[in-house]
Every structure is written in structure tokens, then in C-alpha cells.
């Protein structure tokens, strides 16, 4: 069924687009001006004078001196008679046809040349422009696409382009064309989806079009009779509102620790994404309740004698465990399920103003900041949550304003030099996690009420020439207030979060700034959960100076016989590279390389690879082939879990 969904999902954007394109391409042909569609706007009727018939030499020599032809016929070109013989006649004059021009005085035959193609044009040209110039062109010709004739182009230097095509055998005036008209046929390839220039609307694009059309057709039926098995619809969905009885039901909303947050009212058979709105409550959602994204995540409690049902959707977004414990899709399910609901991401999510309590350079080119916010109330948030900051408009430096000494070194090929930048919005994930006690400290954090965040200052890419390019501009603007400063922000979001809780080993493999939700796991499940579950950290870095936390996660592993940190270093340098061979923790290479070696003892201790869950951040590059590599050990999908940043 998912296959019929993203199907059905990608044969609509298909199929949207192309009704676009109809529906502008006929309008323009309604709003067009037909003079000027015609490309004739500068084309005049060419009168040419009598001629003195018996100057002219008798057709039938003329018959005997030439190859044989299905017609002869006089004609006058530039005032001068000629005999056009016709050896093979097409139904049309843009067919291919066959011709002699022949002198109806001399007798001799004439060949359109460059010079009387010129005149021929000019002749038919009634604008102010000049001739810039005159080819001799064979098929194919973008101005004329059904010509099977070989052409003189002549083009005119007025102000829309007039090219005037010659028929090279016969002198005809073939057809005007310039830029209107040209606008015109790029509106009728696109109308007609004749891409590849066959001048026929029953072309191979439309007859593909055709099967996917009747493919977005079949699968949205396929998908409606799904839904209908599903209890999506009702006669409540049919009949006017008048005429059915309006039954509510008062539904319980819990947060994330089972916490009562509000009773609403919910009408009969009400969709729970659209009834939670109406409530003030926003789930994410990016496909519209179409059970695509997966994003509007619930915990469902089943009404008394009831089963909440799992639909293909479900299916497809939750592992056996978590549809177990009730996990559903809030679009797929009905308020006539249910008798309470838990909010599995958002709870917390409003505008929050938060003070900077504190910011520091944790290496060259990341810092760790601290947030409270201004009302002072803690937020609680799953560990991997995220906020979005939304930076205001502002002027800024490539260089870091209060750039510590020691790491201005670090900073010297960077080009000093303000910009400005518009307003945006940015998200970074937490980097720490809720304190489930008051009064616990971790990392200064005496109340557990502070944000942290680990931000990466991004720089501009060096260019070949002196183009501005700005650097990471959401990253220089956070990473350069000051205490006190104030900044507004929204969330938690949780996209990426610790499964249920579990006795499986847990894997976490993270690089730069991929620090942060993984620091905020480990914290939740040794300092939150009081875990015993073992717990892998590979976390990699450049050089010594990128390894951030090291003391910190060093300290954990001495202190927890259940946590392991695997440091990794790619490159080395100075002082330190030497002492990096004797350290017991860290080594030299790729992450996902250390992981590769490590991976054989971590899962002996396991019940098997299956029994093993993999927390991923980092850059794209590194997560790509660790997920490759994992999946070649026979990792599922469902065991991997990363959360992915630029």
C-alpha cells in the first residue's frame, strides 16, 4: 500500500504541473493578439506587374530542355517572369517538393541565390529594420517545423527579430517569423507536450501522460477503498450536518510524562489531526493527513471495548514495539477510537523569548551556548529535541566579533568583511537534556532549566573571483550575542529521540556539530533513566582542537562501566598527533571506519546485530556510508535512527 501512496503522491505532482501548464498556456492563447502570434506583423502582400507575354519563349521548349515535370506554371519574381516546373508535387508546399526555376525570357535556369533571396526578402518586409543576414538553411528549422524544404533565412535587425524564410528551388515567400511568434510556439510545445519538436499534439509524451494519468487515477481509487476499510469514512462524511446528530465525546490530551494538559471536545467520528487543530494544538505535518510524512505522532489509549486499528500507514511508520505501546498517526484515526491521547512531539511548542546566560568557543569553530528563558520557566523537551531560531535582519562579520586570541589563528585565511542578510530562521538541537531532579547539576546547569546548544560558525566557501558569498549567516548571528542578550525561538521540536526504553545496546556515531543531540541522548539515558543499557559513542573530528568534550566523555566512560567513547581524529597535527597513538581512547581515521572495527566486539556482547539501536549526526557524507555500511552487516532500517543537518 505505501508503494500505491508514493505512486499516487508523485503522479499527482505530475499531473498538477501539466494542468498548470494547460491552464496557462490557454489562457495566453485567449488573452494572445493574433497579429502579432502570427509572426506577420512587417509581412506585405507582394503585387507583382504584368508581364509582356510575348517576350516569354514557348513553354514546350522549355518542357523539352529540363527533366520532366508534372507542371509547368508562369510566375513573376522581382517583376521578372520565370517558369516554375514542379518535377514531384507534395499535398502541401512545406512537404518536400521538387523544383526548376527556369528564365521565361532566356530560357536558362535560375538559381535563388544569396542576392535574390536578400531582394525577395526585402520585398516582403514592410518594417524600418536592415538585413543582418542571409543563410541557406536545410530541415530541420525551429521557426518552421513541418518544413521538409531547404531555405534561405534573411534576418532583420528590428526590434522583434523578423526572420523571412525563401523556399531556395522556388523564390516562394515560405513564411515570417519573430520573436512573438516564437514566444507562441514555446506556449504550444508546452500545451500540446510536444518536446520533441513532431509538430503533433499525438505525440509519445502525451500518451505517457495518459498512463499516468490513468495511474493517478487507479491508485487514488485503490487508496479511497483503503481508507474506507480504515473507518476514514462515514455517513457523517455524506449527508449534511443538519441532518446528523451531533455526538461529542470528551477526549483527555496527556504530555510526554503522562501529564494531563487539556479535555477537549471532539465531535463524532472526528478526524484527530483536524480535531486537535481546532483545539489550538498543531501537529507537524507536510503530506496533509495523507499519512505519507508520518510526522503527526501519537500515543493512542483504545476507548473501552475497543481496539485502536492499525492501518497500512501505522504499519508503515512504527516498529511492532512502538504500535504495541499504541503509537499511531493522528491523521489516520478517529475521535471514536479513543479515550485519551498522549503528544509525542510538539507539547512544549510555542514562541519562547530566551537570554543568552553564556557563550564559549569550544573549538576554533564551534561554541556552546546557554539559554534560559525570559520568563524564567524551565522547558521540557526529549533529549534530540530541537528549537527554531528565527534571526532577524541584521549586518554582520566573517570574522567572530569576540574571537578568543588563542584561536585567531585558526581564523586568519578568512577575509575580514561585513555583510547583511535578511531575516530567517535557523534550527539547532539541544545539547543537553531535562534534569529530573531540581537541584542536580550538569555542566554548571545547577537548576536543570537551561538550553545548551553546540553551533558550528559555518564560513563562506573561497571563490575563484570576487564574488560575496556569506557564510552560515543564522550561525554568526546566535554565535555572536552577547550574555544578556535576548533572542526569540520556537519548539522543542522531537524528530529524533531515544526509542522506548529498552535493554538494546545503543550505537551513537556522530561528527562536528552532530554533537549535540547525541550528547543530549547519552545525558537522558545515564543521567535521566539511570540506564545500565550499554552505550557506544563514536564521535569524529578533524584535529585535536575539533574534538570537543573530550574530558567530559572521557570522565563518563571511566565513571560508567557501561558507556564506551571512541573518539576518532582524521587528521592529526602538531604536538598532539604524537600523543594520540598512546591514548587509550582516541584513534586516527573515519569514524565509520572505527565503527567498522568495533562493531564485531559490540555485538558479541549483544544478543546479536538485530538487538542493537544506531543514533546518527552528522554531515551528510559521513551519515550516507555509515547507514550504507550498517546496512550491509544486515541492519534494518528500523534500527536506525539519525537526525541530519547542512
Not at 492563447?29 to 517576350?55: C, H, I, K, T
Not at 581515521?589 to 543514533?615: M, N
Request: aromatic share 10%; charged share 20%; proline share 4%.
Amino acid at each position: 500500500m505505501s508503494l500505491i501512496k508514493t505512486i499516487h503522491k508523485w503522479l499527482s505532482l505530475l499531473v498538477g504541473l501539466q494542468l498548470l501548464i494547460w491552464l496557462g498556456t490557454g489562457l495566453y492563447f485567449n488573452l494572445m493578439d493574433s497579429v502579432e502570434a502570427s509572426g506577420n506583423q512587417y509581412r506585405v502582400r507582394v503585387v507583382e506587374p504584368n508581364v509582356d507575354s510575348s517576350q516569354l519563349i514557348e513553354p514546350k521548349s522549355v518542357l523539352q530542355e529540363f527533366n520532366a515535370a508534372v507542371t509547368l506554371s508562369q510566375i513573376t519574381l522581382l517583376a521578372k517572369p520565370y517558369y516554375l516546373l514542379t518535377h514531384d508535387k507534395a499535398l502541401y508546399p512545406y512537404f518536400k517538393n521538387q523544383y526548376t526555376l527556369v528564365d521565361a525570357i532566356k530560357g536558362k535556369q535560375v538559381l535563388v541565390d544569396e542576392a535574390m533571396a536578400r531582394q525577395l526578402a526585402t520585398a516582403s518586409y514592410s518594417g524600418a529594420g536592415k538585413i543582418l543576414a542571409a543563410s541557406k538553411q536545410t530541415p530541420p528549422f525551429d521557426d518552421r517545423l513541418k518544413e521538409k524544404n531547404t531555405l534561405w533565412r534573411v534576418d532583420f535587425d528590428d526590434k522583434i527579430n523578423t526572420s523571412v524564410y525563401i523556399d531556395a528551388a522556388s523564390g516562394r515567400l515560405a513564411a515570417h517569423s519573430n520573436d512573438d511568434k516564437r514566444f507562441v510556439d514555446i506556449a504550444f510545445m508546452l500545451h500540446f507536450m510536444d518536446y520533441t519538436q513532431e509538430g503533433s499534439f499525438n505525440n509519445v509524451q502525451i500518451i505517457v501522460f495518459a498512463i499516468f494519468t490513468l495511474f493517478f487515477a487507479l491508485s487514488g481509487f485503490i487508496w479511497t477503498i483503503e481508507l474506507g476499510i480504515n473507518g476514514q469514512y462515514s455517513l457523517s462524511h455524506l449527508l449534511p450536518k443538519r441532518f446528523i446528530k451531533n455526538n461529542t465525546k470528551s477526549v483527555q490530551v496527556l504530555g510526554l510524562d503522562d501529564t494531563p494538559l487539556h479535555n477537549i471536545s471532539l465531535s463524532g467520528h472526528e478526524n484527530l489531526l483536524d480535531g486537535l487543530i481546532h483545539h489550538d494544538i498543531a501537529l507537524p505535518s507536510s503530506c496533509g493527513g495523507g499519512g505519507t510524512c508520518g510526522r503527526c505522532r501519537v500515543k493512542l489509549t483504545a476507548s473501552v471495548n475497543l481496539n485502536v486499528k492499525i492501518t497500512a500507514s501505522d504499519n508503515q511508520q512504527f516498529t511492532p514495539e512502538e504500535l504495541a505501546l499504541g503509537y499511531r498517526l493522528a491523521c489516520q484515526h478517529n475521535s471514536d477510537e479513543i479515550e485519551s491521547l498522549t503528544l509525542l512531539d510538539d507539547t512544549q511548542a510555542d514562541k519562547h523569548q530566551l537570554i543568552l546566560a553564556s557563550s564559549e568557543f569550544i573549538s576554533p569553530f564551534i561554541k556552546e551556548l546557554k539559554f534560559k528563558t525570559m520568563s524564567g520557566k524551565p522547558i521540557t523537551f526529549k533529549a534530540g529535541a530541537f528549537m527554531r531560531f528565527f534571526i532577524p535582519a541584521a549586518s554582520g562579520n566573517t570574522v567572530p566579533t569576540a574571537l578568543p586570541h588563542a584561536l585567531s589563528q585558526h581564523w586568519d585565511h578568512i577575509d575580514k568583511h561585513e555583510f547583511r542578510h535578511d531575516s530567517c530562521s535557523r534550527n539547532y538541537s539541544l545539547a543537553n537534556c531535562v534534569l529530573p531532579i531540581d537541584g542536580l547539576e550538569l555542566n554548571g546547569d545547577v537548576h536543570g532549566n537551561e538550553l545548551h546548544f553546540t553551533i558550528k560558525l559555518h564560513q563562506a566557501p573561497k571563490m575563484a573571483n570576487a564574488d560575496l558569498i556569506l557564510p552560515g549567516v543564522g550561525s554568526h548571528f546566535i554565535c555572536n550575542l552577547l550574555p544578556g542578550d535576548s533572542i526569540d525561538a520556537v519548539g522543542p521540536f522531537s524528530e529524533f529521540c531515544a526509542k522506548p526504553i529498552s535493554d538494546k545496546a545503543m550505537v551513537m556515531v556522530g561528527a562536528g556539530s552532530g554533537m549535540a543531540p547525541l550528547k543530549s541522548l547519552i545525558e537522558e539515558q545515564l543521567f535521566k533513566f539511570g540506564t545500565s543499557r550499554p552505550i557506544h559513542f563514536f564521535f569524529g573530528a578533524r584535529s585535536e582542537a575539533d574534538l570537543i568534550y573530550q574530558d567530559y566523555f572521557t570522565a563518563l566512560a571511566v565513571k560508567h562501566d557501561h558507556f564506551f567513547y571512541y573518539p576518532v581524529l582524521s587528521r592529526p597535527t602538531g604536538k598532539l598527533a604524537s600523543e594520540v597513538s598512546g591514548h587509550p581512547f582516541v584513534t586516527k581515521g573515519y569514524v565509520q571506519d572505527r565503527l567498522a572495527t568495533e562493531l564485531a566486539a559490540i555485538t558479541s556482547k549483544a544478543a546479536g546485530i538485530r538487538d542493537i539501536e544506531f543514533y546518527l549526526c552528522g554531515p551528510a557524507t559521513m551519515m550516507t556510508s555509515t547507514i550504507e555500511q550498517l546496512n550491509a552487516y544486515g541492519v534494518k532500517d528500523s534500527q536506525i535512527a539519525f537526525d541530519s543537518f547542512v
